[in-house]
């Protein structure tokens, strides 16, 4: 893939929105920056006690204290929420062999003993990558990942793709195992549907996929009931922004993108803002989508270098004291993983359109086969990287990318955008707000496999 080509994703929304764009450049640098905020914890604060217990399950539109107004700062320890969302890996392509929370079982020779077979018959057992590069083969759409899944089974993988059996050890991201090592994983982070990029993009921002099932843009999607968590913070004046490199996942809400475009700088106003101190309360950062976001047949290093440069400015920033960034990855991209999804919280009473739309892959079916929002998607690799961050946990909590929602709008008191994040839970359990924060000064991590942020492939 050449380095300025366009990924399938990428050439999508740039075909149906270029001329958008020029908008957004134009509005790079006019976002509002929030008051600088001291380095230094108060004694009084860092000794705050605040009780953390399971979430309450809410409904759509229900707020976590229902007696306090919206808008209201629960949480004091938590001013900052920065979401790093990468594309297109399991748990196990990934931390498979990391040897902490749930990954593969190893035979006496330390190989991972995790098969399954392809259209043949013909066994294929999970093998270690040669390189950080990967294949254009794989399949994650709506019909893949279903037989994929096979109805919880797991046996399907080698049957959409050999290569879905593929993963990568420490020598290939020395940087995400040292950051799986320090700061809590969660072991039990799932998609939130079996589905692509989109409709998991849209449960991260407004809780349902509204119906859709793929990676296609498409006009007949209805704008949420509730609006997106944007609409929410806009509405009790609580500053955000969407840092983007190629496009801004925001796109998927073109008339949210529209009323919004000033809250969508450009990616280097992300590092100016880190390193002022002047980050805002919820930020969504977003790499290249064509070379930084580690979806095939991308050299994931690239990716990996990227995360590290976002993740080190964050703990650098004078914002860190009370930071939280939440480090997931949209969906499974295809890859092997042995966890079968849970079933879920209906989103809405929505359900996947059984419409195919041009550029919709069906493999060769014609049709989609029979599913819902009933269920999660794929294990997707989660961690929490915060000063309050519990030192040597593994979160065990089932979960998904409305947990992030969640856990926003339980700092915020903000209303539950759909009965799924209003069932989520907060990711409260992986830290620790009782007592001084263990990781104030950042420790040092590993550094990223690719120096030089160039691809190899």
Same mark, same amino acid.
């Given at each position: 893939?050449?380095?300025?080509?366009?990924?399938?994703?990428?050439?999508?929304?740039?075909?149906?929105?270029?001329?958008?764009?020029?908008?957004?450049?134009?509005?790079?640098?006019?976002?509002?920056?929030?008051?600088?905020?001291?380095?230094?914890?108060?004694?009084?604060?860092?000794?705050?006690?605040?009780?953390?217990?399971?979430?309450?399950?809410?409904?759509?539109?229900?707020?976590?204290?229902?007696?306090?107004?919206?808008?209201?700062?629960?949480?004091?320890?938590?001013?900052?929420?920065?979401?790093?969302?990468?594309?297109?890996?399991?748990?196990?392509?990934?931390?498979?062999?990391?040897?902490?929370?749930?990954?593969?079982?190893?035979?006496?020779?330390?190989?991972?003993?995790?098969?399954?077979?392809?259209?043949?018959?013909?066994?294929?057992?999970? #093998?270690?990558?040669?390189?950080?590069?990967?294949?254009?083969?794989?399949?994650?759409?709506?019909?893949?990942?279903?037989?994929?899944?096979?109805?919880?089974?797991?046996?399907?993988?080698?049957?959409?793709?050999?290569?879905?059996?593929?993963?990568?050890?420490?020598?290939?991201?020395?940087?995400?195992?040292?950051?799986?090592?320090?700061?809590?994983?969660?072991?039990?982070?799932?998609?939130?549907?079996?589905?692509?990029?989109?409709?998991?993009?849209?449960?991260?921002?407004?809780?349902?996929?509204?119906?859709?099932?793929?990676?296609?843009?498409?006009?007949?999607?209805?704008?949420?009931?509730?609006?997106?968590?944007?609409?929410?913070?806009?509405?009790?004046?609580?500053?955000?922004?969407?840092?983007?490199?190629?496009?801004?996942?925001?796109?998927?809400?073109?008339?949210?993108?529209?009323?919004?475009?000033?809250?969508?700088?450009?990616?280097?106003?992300? #590092?100016?803002?880190?390193?002022?101190?002047?980050?805002?309360?919820?930020?969504?950062?977003?790499?290249?989508?064509?070379?930084?976001?580690?979806?095939?047949?991308?050299?994931?290093?690239?990716?990996?270098?990227?995360?590290?440069?976002?993740?080190?400015?964050?703990?650098?920033?004078?914002?860190?004291?009370?930071?939280?960034?939440? #480090?997931?990855?949209?969906?499974?991209?295809?890859?092997?993983?042995?966890?079968?999804?849970?079933?879920?919280?209906?989103?809405?009473?929505?359900?996947?359109?059984?419409?195919?739309?041009?550029?919709?892959?069906?493999?060769?079916?014609?049709?989609?086969?029979?599913?819902?929002?009933?269920?999660?998607?794929?294990?997707?690799?989660?961690?929490?990287?915060?000063?309050?961050?519990?030192?040597?946990?593994?979160?065990?909590?089932?979960?998904?990318?409305?947990?992030?929602?969640?856990?926003?709008?339980?700092?915020?008191?903000?209303?539950?955008?759909?009965?799924?994040?209003?069932?989520?839970?907060?990711?409260?359990?992986?830290?620790?707000?009782?007592?001084?924060?263990? #990781?104030?000064?950042?420790?040092?991590?590993?550094?990223?496999?690719?120096?030089?942020?160039?691809?190899?492939?």
């Amino acid at each position: 893939m050449q380095p300025d080509s366009l990924s399938r994703r990428g050439f999508l929304i740039a075909s149906a929105i270029g001329a958008a764009m020029l908008a957004v450049d134009a509005c790079s640098g006019a976002s509002t920056v929030r008051d600088k905020l001291t380095t230094t914890l108060r004694s009084s604060e860092a000794s705050t006690s605040t009780t953390i217990r399971a979430p309450k399950r809410r409904t759509a539109g229900e707020r976590p204290e229902p007696l306090r107004p919206e808008g209201t700062y629960l949480i004091p320890q938590i001013e900052h929420v920065v979401v790093v969302m990468q594309e297109n890996h399991s748990y196990d392509s990934y931390f498979g062999m990391l040897a902490r929370g749930d990954g593969f079982t190893l035979d006496h020779d330390g190989r991972p003993t995790a098969t399954t077979v392809d259209t043949a018959g013909k066994p294929v057992r999970a #093998f270690r990558m040669n390189t950080t590069c990967q294949t254009d083969g794989l399949t994650q759409n709506w019909n893949s990942s279903h037989v994929q899944w096979n109805d919880g089974a797991m046996d399907g993988f080698a049957r959409t793709t050999p290569a879905s059996m593929g993963y990568w050890d420490r020598s290939h991201i020395p940087f995400y195992y040292s950051l799986a090592e320090t700061f809590p994983l969660c072991d039990r982070w799932f998609g939130s549907c079996l589905g692509q990029t989109y409709p998991n993009r849209r449960f991260l921002l407004c809780g349902s996929a509204l119906g859709t099932v793929s990676t296609v843009l498409q006009d007949d999607v209805p704008d949420p009931a509730h609006g997106t968590i944007v609409d929410a913070l806009n509405r009790n004046n609580i500053e955000w922004r969407d840092y983007y490199t190629t496009l801004p996942t925001l796109f998927l809400f073109p008339k949210v993108f529209g009323r919004n475009q000033d809250h969508c700088p450009k990616i280097e106003q992300f #590092f100016k803002d880190a390193a002022s101190g002047s980050l805002p309360a919820v930020s969504f950062v977003e790499g290249n989508g064509n070379t930084q976001s580690e979806e095939a047949p991308q050299d994931l290093s690239v990716g990996e270098a990227f995360s590290a440069k976002v993740i080190n400015a964050v703990m650098a920033s004078p914002n860190w004291p009370k930071t939280v960034l939440l #480090f997931c990855y949209d969906e499974h991209g295809g890859y092997y993983d042995h966890v079968p999804p849970p079933v879920a919280v209906a989103p809405d009473n929505i359900e996947p359109s059984t419409t195919v739309h041009p550029g919709e892959h069906t493999n060769g079916l014609g049709h989609f086969l029979p599913g819902d929002y009933k269920r999660y998607g794929m294990r997707v690799p989660g961690i929490v990287v915060s000063p309050y961050a519990k030192r040597n946990y593994v979160s065990h909590v089932v979960r998904d990318h409305t947990a992030i929602l969640s856990l926003i709008e339980h700092i915020w008191n903000l209303p539950a955008l759909s009965n799924r994040d209003g069932a989520a839970d907060n990711l409260l359990d992986t830290l620790d707000l009782t007592a001084p924060p263990t #990781f104030l000064i950042p420790p040092k991590l590993a550094a990223p496999s690719n120096a030089t942020g160039l691809a190899h492939c």
